[in-house]
């Protein structure tokens, strides 16, 4: 049997990220446990005691999301109480005259916890900051109970000054959906009070920057001179959430999976979507797509790195391929549940997707 060491599958997932304009990738490679201890010093304590944001056992999936179904993903809690934990990582400071882009995944479960609907400003989870603050917040992202228990709003509050409250989306979102988000905070040169951001949620991707679910500009001033630091609350008013995929970058191609194709490339890009359904119970159609023609290896791999199925071996075109995989190995046997690793191999590239079996 042909081996497919840890090693290789950690390769193999970075190599799935485009790099072109990025700044930051958070996908939580991280041990289960407290997130700031286990992650190495990539995330900071800033604020708060007592319950510790955590890593949690597998990822947020989003069709076409590069950064969709790598390493593990956190947990924040509504607690209701005086235990909190404020963490942020830094990343390459931005400028003014930057565009600075984010880009994660979220689930709020329920909304246990959240601010009212009436709430002015409601709580937030998840920020930007300069690069030695711990409290000069901008683009807060802040949400509040929506018309019924199982829907929320989301906002944007720009600037923690007084005098900058924060926008609504016009929309409601729904409890239990993984839903893409992204901010865009445009740190316009000369002035305090010019900056502005947008947000979207479920932006269709890939593709070109679509209008804005909301925008909001400075009202009143202390705009950031540099970008570098995302941070993540827990607390009283926090939303249950899982949060994952992080992404900062300086374009909306670098956060969304449009920049990694180098220039001059066909509309094609390499690229292996996540396994759906997840746990596969039956079979599943696996879907990826080839940026050049080419000698092609799909193979289905079990926790130990042993090859269990060959799915394709053989020379493909470019552009979109898809295969099924009937939860058999190459004897024909139905493959034991658990946890398996699609991987595509491809011109020298690969891709390793996470499936599990669960009958
Ligand atoms: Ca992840
Ligand atoms: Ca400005």
Do not use: C
Request: charge should be neutral; glycine fraction near 10%.
């Amino acid at each position: 049997m042909k081996k497919l060491s840890l090693v290789a599958i950690m390769v193999a997932f970075l190599a799935a990220i485009p790099a072109l304009g990025q700044v930051m990738t958070e996908n939580f490679e991280y041990s289960v446990g407290d997130l700031v201890a286990g992650s190495g010093g990539n995330w900071v304590h800033f604020s708060g005691s007592g319950l510790n944001i955590q890593v949690s056992e597998g990822s947020l999936s989003y069709l076409e999301y590069p950064a969709s179904d790598v390493g593990n993903k956190i947990e924040i809690v509504s607690t209701g109480g005086s235990s909190a934990e404020d963490a942020y990582r830094q990343f390459a400071s931005q400028p003014v005259g930057s565009e600075v882009y984010v880009s994660f995944l979220f689930t709020i479960p329920n909304t246990t916890g959240i601010p009212a609907d009436t709430s002015t400003n409601g709580d937030y989870f998840l920020a930007l900051l300069p690069p030695t603050s711990t409290s000069s917040f901008a683009d807060r992202l802040s949400i509040k109970m929506g018309s019924t228990s199982s829907d929320f709003r989301l906002g944007i509050r720009i600037s923690g000054v007084a005098g900058n409250s924060t926008v609504w989306s016009s929309s409601e979102y729904s409890t239990g959906i993984t839903y893409l988000g992204v901010i865009r905070h445009s740190m316009n040169s000369s002035g305090t009070t010019n900056d502005t951001t947008r947000f979207w949620v479920n932006p269709a991707i890939p593709g070109s920057e679509p209008a804005p679910d909301l925008i909001v500009s400075t009202a009143a001033g202390n705009d950031p001179d540099s970008l570098a630091r995302i941070a993540i609350r827990q607390g009283s008013n926090t939303p249950n959430a899982t949060i994952d995929g992080i992404t900062v970058g300086n374009t909306w191609g670098s956060v969304t999976g449009v920049a990694g194709s180098p220039s001059g490339s066909t509309n094609a890009r390499f690229s292996l979507q996540p396994v759906t359904p997840n746990p596969v119970s039956k079979s599943t159609q696996i879907q990826y797509s080839l940026q050049a023609p080419g000698r092609v290896n799909l193979a289905v791999f079990n926790i130990l790195g042993q090859q269990m199925a060959t799915l394709v071996d053989g020379n493909q075109t470019a552009g979109s391929h898809s295969v099924s995989w009937r939860l058999r190995d190459d004897r024909g046997s139905m493959v034991p549940n658990g946890v398996y690793f699609v991987k595509l191999s491809a011109n020298g590239q690969n891709i390793t997707r996470r499936a599990m079996v669960v009958r």
